[in-house]
């Protein structure tokens, strides 16, 4: 059997990074690597692939820095010959990104069968670039992996069952991930504190909104006053923040770090505070509270048990969410399989 795998965004690299473990370990699977580019700084894609020891890429389209009708457009336009020379048995895709739909879109008008990780997720938002990529791209996939009985459940009620695709409860890939690369975690070159927070922001709703990102940053300066907050900064916000007139004071601002630098410091914080997808659930695995600063959240089994706040982008509501956060969670909750996912991810494509 041959795999293409199309990623080109941080997370992708992340999740690839477990399954690509895992498909090694058969002999009669041949996965090929198409990274797009969309990803491009060391520390935003290298990085990955040396600690992470993910496959060389075998393509690497180098689309980047473009709105979203180019960068999505050039990427089709790439994928598709990769696609007709290689001529997969499957295209296996991730998440929600360009790169995603791009992938997936390619490989239906050619006929080759579309695998998508991270499945039937839902904002409901449908001003999120990431809500548009993932419903068009669940709608062409032939395996509908899905983390959780939400993400499910979310499929029905669009009425997948009438759909022609088999939908699988795979558990969440980037539980894996955390498992496996905890044991390889390395201390970032910063000093870290006893008590510190772990934030991150780049979700387009908070960064290309001056009121949202201005109030964002307002309540972190408050919060940095009294406990020390490390924020590995994604490339967008910090050339918005350059660009703009917002007075960061007392955050600890540092480049973006490496996965296992990351988890070095998810096992030790505090808190985690953050608009990323991933991390939210990143808290849950290393038994950490959240603080998301969006409105909605895709993983809602993690607010209906307490694990994460959904804090919006209002100044108040974050200060008051961070004074009034309880530490005393118990995590002994199985909400996105334990690790397995990649076993069984394998074994469906394999039927
Ligand atoms: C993308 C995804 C988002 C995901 C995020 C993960 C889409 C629509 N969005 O957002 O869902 O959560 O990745 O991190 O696909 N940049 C650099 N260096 C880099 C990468 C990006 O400077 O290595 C710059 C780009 O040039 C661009 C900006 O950051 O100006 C945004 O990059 P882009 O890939 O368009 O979107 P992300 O915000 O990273
Ligand atoms: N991450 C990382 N280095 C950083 C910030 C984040 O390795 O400096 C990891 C994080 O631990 C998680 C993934 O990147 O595994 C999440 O990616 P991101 O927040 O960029 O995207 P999202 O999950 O929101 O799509």
Not at 59 to 76: E, S, V, Y
Request: hydrophobic share 40%.
């Amino acid at each position: 059997m041959k795999i293409i795998t199309i990623i080109g965004a941080r997370p992708q690299f992340i999740k690839a990074a477990a399954l690509s473990r895992e498909i090694a370990k058969h002999d009669n699977i041949k996965e090929i690597i198409v990274h797009t580019g969309q990803h491009y700084d060391s520390n935003m894609s290298d990085i990955f692939f040396e600690q992470m020891s993910i496959p060389k890429p075998h393509f690497n389209l180098d689309i980047n820095g473009l709105g979203h009708g180019a960068m999505t457009g050039q990427m089709l336009e790439k994928i598709e010959k990769v696609l007709l020379s290689e001529k997969p048995d499957w295209v296996l895709i991730y998440g929600d990104t360009n790169s995603t739909i791009a992938g997936a879109l390619a490989a239906k008008k050619l006929h080759i069968k579309v695998a998508h990780v991270e499945a039937g997720l839902r904002s409901y938002n449908m001003d999120m670039p990431e809500e548009v990529n993932r419903i068009l791209t669940d709608r062409i996939s032939d395996i509908l992996f899905c983390p959780t009985d939400t993400a499910i459940k979310n499929l029905e009620k669009e009425g997948y069952n009438n759909i022609d695709c088999r939908i699988v409860k795979s558990g969440d890939i980037m539980q894996d991930a955390a498992i496996f690369y905890t044991q390889k975690e390395q201390k970032p070159s910063i000093d870290l504190p006893k008590k510190f927070i772990l934030a991150t922001i780049h979700r387009a709703e908070n960064t290309d909104e001056p009121k949202r990102l201005g109030a964002i940053l307002e309540a972190l300066n408050k919060i940095a006053k009294e406990t020390t907050i490390i924020l590995p900064l994604h490339p967008r916000t910090k050339k918005i923040i350059e660009d703009s007139s917002f007075n960061i004071q007392n955050i600890n601002i540092i480049e973006p770090v490496g996965y296992l630098e990351m988890v070095y410091m998810l096992n030790r914080c505090k808190l985690v505070m953050t608009d990323s997808g991933g991390l939210q659930k990143e808290a849950f695995f290393f038994k950490k509270p959240c603080l998301t600063m969006r409105d909605e959240t895709e993983w809602i089994e993690l607010i209906e048990n307490n694990f994460n706040t959904l804090v919006g982008a209002q100044k108040d509501e974050i200060i008051n969410a961070y004074k009034e956060q309880n530490y005393q969670l118990n995590y002994n909750i199985d909400l996105y399989g334990g690790g397995t996912a990649a076993k069984k991810i394998i074994e469906e494509l394999k039927k």
